[in-house]
Nanobody
Framework: QVQLVESGGGLVQAGGSLSVSCVAS????????MGWFRQAPGKEREFVAVISRSGGLTYYADSVKGRFTISRDDAKNTVYLQMNSLKPEDTAVYFCAAGSGNYYSDVVRMAKLGRAGEIYDYWGQGTQVTVSS
């Protein structure tokens, strides 16, 4: 029902910054709770950040708090993830996800249980972010 297209991934030096974006199709973008996830080789996919439908509420994984910022622009049907002070351990495939009808509070609750991905129905193809040391 919705397609997500990511861009902005690539290679960056440790300590540097990178911004990735995700454009959603359709005319109901504002109704989606948007999130970012990542998966490193040999590791389970993990929650990174979530933003509410209004854009007024955000929540981050402990590993990225203070370094990453999620934002959205409904006029452009786009969600962003600004990544600063990047570390080699941030190297992963980053996925954009959209959830229709799910509340921000539900995502936060599931994220604390390590299960936030279960309530997202739509996923991007993933974009590789590599941080060199």
């Amino acid at each position: 029902q919705v397609q997500l297209v990511e861009s902005g991934g690539g290679l960056v030096q440790a300590g540097g910054s990178l911004s990735v974006s995700c454009v959603a199709s359709g005319r109901t973008f504002s109704s989606y709770t948007m999130g970012w996830f990542r998966q490193a080789p040999g590791k389970e996919r993990e929650f990174v950040a979530v933003i509410s439908r209004s854009g007024g509420l955000t929540y981050y994984a402990d590993s990225v708090k203070g370094r990453f910022t999620i934002s959205r622009d409904d006029a452009k049907n786009t969600v962003y993830l600004q990544m600063n002070s990047l570390k080699p351990e941030d190297t992963a495939v980053y996925f954009c996800a959209a959830g229709s009808g799910n509340y921000y509070s539900d995502v936060v609750r599931m994220a604390k249980l390590g299960r936030a991905g279960e309530i997202y129905d739509y996923w991007g193809q993933g974009t590789q972010v590599t941080v060199s040391s």
